[in-house]
Structures are given as C-alpha cells and as structure tokens.
C-alpha cells in the first residue's frame, strides 16, 4: 500500500529542524498533527508506512531525514475526573506540555503530587513512556493509567501501573519497542494525586536549596519553585542551548562491580537500589573521563553537566552519534562502563 491511501489530513513532506530540542535537521516525508483519538483510528490499516510518535521532541536524536508518518501529538485538555478517600485523580491529552501541566495541578486545583517533576521539558504522553524522574520521585510513584490506541487493530486500551511495567526510565513502551513503531500510541494519562502528601524532598540538591531558603516544611508549591531553581542552575534551556536533557542513562552494576569501583575510586557516587544493584552517576563518569564542557565539533558535553549533550548551533545528527561514540569509548576505557543513551535515535 502507499502513501496515496492516506486520509487528506495527513501533510507531505515537513521539516522538522525546530521539531526537537536537540534543533537537529531532518525531514519527515508524511507528517499529521494528531488533535484526538479519532483521527488516529482513521490511520489504522492506511499504509504501511513507519510510524514514529512525536511529542515536544525532548528525547528525540534526529539522524537525518524521517521516510515514514510522523505522528505529531497535539491532543489536549486536562481535568480532574474524580476523587475517593485517598486521592485525587486528574487526567491529561498526550499533547498537553509536561510543565504546564504540572503547575496546573498545583495552582488551579491544589492537587499535589507531581511538584518534583517540575520544568522537565516534554508532553504529558511521553513521560509513561520512559518513566521520567527528578529528585527523588518518578511518573511512576504517581501514575494511575493510561488510554492508547492500538495502531493494528483501532482498539483503545487501558493501561494501569502494573501493566506499565516502569523501571528506571523505563516501561512496557520501551521494553517492547511500542515507541519505535508507534505501536500503541499514548492519547491520555491519568495521575493518582494522594490526599495524605508528604513532600519529597531528600534529594542532595533539593534538600540544599529549600535549607537556602529557610523552609523547614514546605508545601508543594515550594517544592516546585525549589526543583525550579535547582534545573534552571544546572540544566541548560533547550530554548536558549539547543540539548535534550540528560544523554545518558545512570548506569546500573551488581554490588562486587560498584565496591571494586569504588576502592580505585573513593569520590565515587553511588545510589544502592532495591533490587541488589548500585547505581552510578554517569555525569560524575563523564566529568572525570575530562569529557564535562569538552566539545567535539558542534557539539559538546554541557559545562556545569557533564550529562547533558549540548548542540553549539548547526550540529547534524552525525555530530552527535561522533560525540556520543567518543564519550562512551572515554569511560569505558576509564572505569570499564559501558553507557547508555537515554534519547530515542530516529
Ligand atoms: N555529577 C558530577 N559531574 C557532573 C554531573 C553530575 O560529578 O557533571 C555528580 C553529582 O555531583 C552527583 C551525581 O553526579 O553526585 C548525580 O548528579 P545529579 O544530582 O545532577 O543528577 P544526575 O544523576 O546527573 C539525574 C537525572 C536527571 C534529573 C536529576 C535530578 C538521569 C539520567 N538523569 O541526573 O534527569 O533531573 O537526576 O533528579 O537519571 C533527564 O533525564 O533528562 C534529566 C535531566
């Protein structure tokens, strides 16, 4: 089948040049903006075109041009759809920004929960999929479920937590490769906002920045001007420094692999998880392989975070896979770790 079986909503050619926050070049040979569900299912069985899912493009690296259908999620709308004892429970379009939502939730209604999680750029759609996370809490600690429409059948599905199967920066999505074929594609998320909150707040830099501030307890509006804070010092806007956040996943080890590291290495940061395994930092790896404020070409690795790739202006997805290549080569050579990249390449 071909691209002439698709429906006249959907455009031919577009550029997608400002479509990411890495500002990387590249063309999308079909492109639709996807304002609701309905529109989706008229695309089910139209073409056998790949599919890739969009949504502010924060976690995207563009390699070059795209021959499939870019889905550009633009589905809106949030409202509180209901209340028991212990929470409240408010709903939000795939295409509503991550931002502006939550401080929607903290000032038009008073629904605490996700404070943590403020200034993470991106949609509301793209968070379950790879569980974002910041200081000390993830999507999933506040998650209730999920619609998505299955793009093989036309059949919306219900997701909750368990079905989700979050990880670290992770989920069914990414352990299945749904996100990569836009297999299912995310139309709304609902969040589970707890009644009986308590504020996170043990986090290093956040527990520094509401001392600075002389708040002993705060509330979770002071919790999000805090986290503001600390992002704004530390993480470039894309706006401004064209990056997509965090490059690299904190890698995980067994316990033998983090001690022997860290004998060699007593600077060494490490986070035991639950599960056995230690977390590393990668941004402390990156720093100490000389790769913090290094640049390679027209891209480089950020000066006050040695985990966040930074496009200097006219980088090309090459540019980026050159550094990312060089930066992986630098530490494993270092310390014996092999780094993942935490973006989707497309
Ligand atoms: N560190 C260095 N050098 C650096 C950067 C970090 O030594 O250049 C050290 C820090 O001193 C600290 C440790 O590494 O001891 C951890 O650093 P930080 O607290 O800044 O957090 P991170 O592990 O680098 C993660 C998330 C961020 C999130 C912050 C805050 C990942 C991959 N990244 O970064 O998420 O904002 O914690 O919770 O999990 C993102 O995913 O895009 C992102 C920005």
């Given at each position: 089948m071909t691209s002439n079986t698709l429906p006249p909503f959907v455009k031919s050619g577009a550029d997608l040049g400002q479509r990411t926050t890495l500002a990387l070049p590249g063309r999308a040979a079909f492109y639709v903006e996807v304002d609701s569900a309905d529109q989706l299912s008229q695309l089910v069985g139209k073409s056998h075109l790949r599919r890739f899912v969009l949504g502010a493009g924060s976690?995207?690296?563009?390699?070059?041009?795209?021959?499939?259908?870019?889905?550009?999620?633009?589905?809106?709308?949030?409202?509180?759809?209901?209340?028991?004892?212990?929470?409240?429970?408010?709903?939000?379009?795939?295409?509503?920004?991550?931002?502006?939502?939550?401080?929607?939730?903290?000032?038009?209604?008073?629904?605490?929960?996700?404070?943590?999680?403020?200034?993470?750029?991106?949609?509301?759609?793209?968070?379950?999929?790879?569980?974002?996370?910041?200081?000390?809490?993830?999507?999933?600690?506040?998650?209730?479920?999920?619609?998505?429409?299955?793009?093989?059948?036309?059949?919306?599905?219900?997701?909750?937590?368990?079905?989700?199967?979050?990880?670290?920066?992770?989920?069914?999505?990414?352990?299945?490769?749904?996100?990569?074929?836009?297999?299912?594609?995310?139309?709304?998320?609902?969040?589970?906002?707890?009644?009986?909150?308590?504020p996170v707040a043990g986090y290093a830099d956040l527990a520094s920045e509401l001392e600075q501030r002389g708040i002993a307890r705060p509330n979770a509006l002071q919790v999000a001007d805090a986290v503001i804070a600390v992002r704004n010092r530390k993480l470039p806007d894309p706006a401004v420094l064209a990056n997509a956040g965090s490059f690299f996943q904190n890698p995980l080890v067994d316990a033998a692999f983090a001690r022997r590291l860290a004998a060699a290495h007593p600077e060494l940061p490490r986070y035991p998880q639950a599960d056995g395994r230690v977390?590393?930092?990668?941004?402390?790896?990156?720093?100490?392989?000389?790769?913090?404020?290094?640049?390679?070409?027209?891209?480089?690795?950020?000066?006050?975070?040695?985990l966040v790739l930074v496009n200097r202006g006219g980088a090309t997805g090459a540019d980026v896979i050159a550094l990312a290549r060089a930066v992986q080569a630098a530490v494993r050579e270092r310390f014996g770790v092999d780094l993942v990249p935490e973006p989707v390449f497309l």
């Open positions: 976690n995207v690296v563009l390699t070059g041009d795209f021959d499939g259908l870019l889905l550009h999620m633009a589905i809106g709308g949030r409202q509180l759809i209901g209340e028991d004892d212990d929470a409240w429970y408010v709903r939000a379009g795939a295409g509503e920004n991550w931002h502006s939502f939550v401080r929607w939730t903290l000032t038009k209604g008073c629904w605490p929960g996700l404070e943590n999680l403020a200034l993470i750029p991106g949609t509301v759609g793209a968070a379950p999929i790879q569980n974002i996370g910041a200081y000390g809490l993830e999507v999933a600690d506040r998650f209730h479920a999920l619609e998505a429409m299955d793009m093989l059948t036309g059949k919306t599905l219900r997701l909750d937590r368990d079905a989700c199967r979050f990880a670290y920066r992770d989920s069914v999505f990414k352990q299945e490769g749904w996100h990569l074929e836009a297999r299912l594609v995310v139309t709304r998320v609902t969040f589970r906002l707890p009644k009986a909150w308590q977390k590393l930092a990668a941004g402390w790896l990156i720093e100490q392989s000389g790769w913090k404020g290094r640049q390679l070409g027209r891209v480089g690795m950020y000066e006050k975070q040695a």
